[in-house]
Nanobody, 122 residues
Framework: VQLQASGGGLVQPGGSLRLSCAASRFILDYYAIGWFRQAPGKEREWVSCISSDDDSTDYVDSVKGRFTISRDNAKNTVYLQMNSLKPEDTAVYYC????????????????WGEGTQVTVSS
C-alpha cells in the first residue's frame, strides 16, 4: 500500500497551499484518510480526516475555518487545502489511512505515507 503526500513548500504568512495524498482506489474506497503534522521538537499532531463512505470530515480546532479536506475519486487523491497559513502551521505533513473507514481523531492508522514539508515564513 502506498500513500504519497506532496504539495508542500515555502509560503508567506497568510498564503495558501494545497497538499495532495495519492493512494490506490482500494484505499480511497474503504479507508478513512487522515492528515497529521509534526513540527520540530514536537509530537505528531492529528490535523484532519475524511471518511470513506459519507465523506464526513473533522478538523483540529487550530485549523478550523482555514483548512479543508476533500477527495477526488477520479484522481485517487485526497487534498488538504490550507488557507490563511500561520508560522505555527510549519511542520512536516503526513497522510495516513485507517481501515474502519470512519473519521476519528486517532493516531492508530494502518498505513502512513512519507511527509511533505510546509514552511510558513516571511
Amino acid at each position: 500500500v502506498q500513500l504519497q503526500a506532496s504539495g508542500g513548500g515555502l509560503v508567506q504568512p497568510g498564503g495558501s497551499l494545497r497538499l495532495s495524498c495519492a493512494a490506490s482506489r482500494f484505499i480511497l474506497d474503504y479507508y478513512a484518510i487522515g492528515w497529521f503534522r509534526q513540527a520540530p521538537g514536537k509530537e505528531r499532531e492529528w490535523v484532519s480526516c475524511i471518511s470513506s463512505d459519507d465523506d464526513s470530515t473533522d478538523y483540529v480546532d487550530s485549523v478550523k475555518g482555514r483548512f479543508t479536506i476533500s477527495r477526488d475519486n477520479a484522481k485517487n487523491t485526497v487534498y488538504l487545502q490550507m488557507n490563511s497559513l500561520k508560522p505555527e502551521d510549519t511542520a512536516v505533513y503526513y497522510c495516513a489511512a485507517e481501515g474502519s473507514g470512519k473519521c476519528f481523531r486517532q493516531y492508530d492508522m494502518d498505513y502512513w505515507g512519507e511527509g511533505t514539508q510546509v514552511t510558513v515564513s516571511s
